[in-house]
């Protein structure tokens, strides 16, 4: 078992960026392109969001631009995530950031305008539009619950700042933690994240798996008011916006983007707590049992629950497991499986929705992706 570096990881296990761009001078060039488009947008629709029919036409003209930003947004963050400790690479994606931010800032007006259409132009919109009918839907429903349109463009514009607890957080996990390594029976053992997560908290030796899990929380421990306060941050600022957003609470604020009631979620907080709990207080007392473990700790339930079978798949071999599980889907699924591998593909999402359908599908579905990062080890 062994910690790398990024730049250490053969590359064949890497995802492969010049995929979305063969160079970064390509990127910088799109999104200087993407600046000029993203001006003639606005200078042609701002202003003008009051007829069915023009309201339509944005919306497609909108689709057309969000893959670019989509993939340039990817090459500088994916970047970024395969390892927060190169400052070159941070410095790009908060320059990248800054430009998208600012252009998302140009073109917040649509949402507002669209909504400030008379009702009948509404909802001809919906019948005329083809690929954006659930988002046009999705955005009357939000009606209620939008701000002037001066106030949702400066909450455009202060996107990042939003994002900047879960940024510490990254920054802190994925580049300020360092782990010492463990020793168990006179023999050292290396530590990280991705080692404890992917490895060490399966490990069938009790005495590894524990004092992995103890090393582990205690570096943990020590970053632990950070952690605090950035989650403390995020709390506080979901519970002013779900007040700006006048919900009647800070569950309903975050319930409504998923579509999700408010029955619904506390029906599965009840069915975990009250149905399934029995049945895992009885598996957690079938894994003691089957390691004879002297005790079961919270380092003991991520163990196999059959310790002769629990086979280690290297990436040549996952291939095929795989493949095996998506050939009854067809040979367009194993098709691309094949390809995925051999061409180190970043996601499946982009190639599987030019057959589903765009902007109207879920604008936001660009940056739903399935990595096949199969070894971002810091």
């Known amino acids: 078992m062994e910690l790398l570096n990024r730049k250490d990881v053969p590359v064949q296990e890497t995802w492969d960026l010049s995929l979305l761009y063969s160079d970064e001078k390509l990127m910088w060039d799109a999104l200087e392109q993407l600046k000029t488009d993203v001006r003639k947008f606005v200078e042609t629709y701002a202003g003008h969001l009051n007829k069915a029919e023009t309201i339509v036409q944005c919306l497609d003209d909108m689709e057309k631009l969000l893959p670019v930003v989509s993939r340039i947004w990817s090459y500088a963050g994916l970047a970024v ?9 941070r410095e790009r994606y908060e320059k990248v950031s800054d430009e998208i931010i600012r252009m998302e800032s140009q073109m917040a007006f649509v949402d507002s305008e669209i909504l400030l259409a008379p009702d009948k132009e509404l909802k001809k919109a919906v019948e ?3 690929g954006c009918k659930v988002y046009l839907q ?5 009606k209620a619950h939008m701000l002037s349109p001066e106030t949702e463009k400066t909450l455009t514009t202060l996107g990042r700042s939003f994002d900047l ?12 933690i360092s782990f010492d390594p463990f020793t168990v029976d006179g023999k050292e053992y290396p530590l990280g994240y991705s080692l404890f997560e992917d490895n060490y908290e399966l490990e069938a030796d009790t005495k590894i798996r524990r ?4 090393a582990f929380s205690d570096t943990l421990k020590k970053y632990e008011n950070t952690t605090a306060a950035a989650y403390n941050a995020c709390v506080t600022q979901e519970k002013t916006m779900s007040e700006l957003r006048r919900f009647d609470n800070v569950f309903d604020s975050l319930l409504f983007e998923q579509k999700v009631t408010r029955e619904m979620y506390d029906r599965q907080i009840d069915v975990i707590t009250e149905r399934l709990a029995p049945h895992m207080r009885k598996y957690a007392k079938l894994l003691q049992k089957k390691y004879a473990l002297d005790k079961m700790t919270f380092a003991d339930l991520k163990i196999a629950v059959d310790p002769e079978y629990d086979p280690k798949v290297t990436i040549e071999e ?3 497991y795989v493949r095996d599980a998506l050939a009854i889907l ?6 691309m499986v094949d390809r995925a591998y051999k061409e180190r593909w970043i996601d499946f999402a982009r190639n599987i929705g030019k057959s589903t359908g765009g902007f109207c599908s879920g604008v936001y579905q660009q940056n739903s992706f399935i990595l096949l990062n199969w070894n971002d080890r810091m």
Request: aromatic fraction near 12%.
């Open 81 to 89: 995530e395969a390892d927060y400790t190169d400052n070159s690479l």
């Open 211 to 214: 004092a992995a899990f103890r």
């Open 138 to 142: 999705d955005l009357i429903r939000k």
């Open 330 to 335: 067809g040979e367009d699924y194993v098709d």
């Open 165 to 176: 607890p879960y940024t510490i957080y990254n920054t802190m996990k994925l580049a300020d």
């Open 128 to 130: 005329l539009a083809k």
């Open 318 to 320: 996952s291939h095929k």
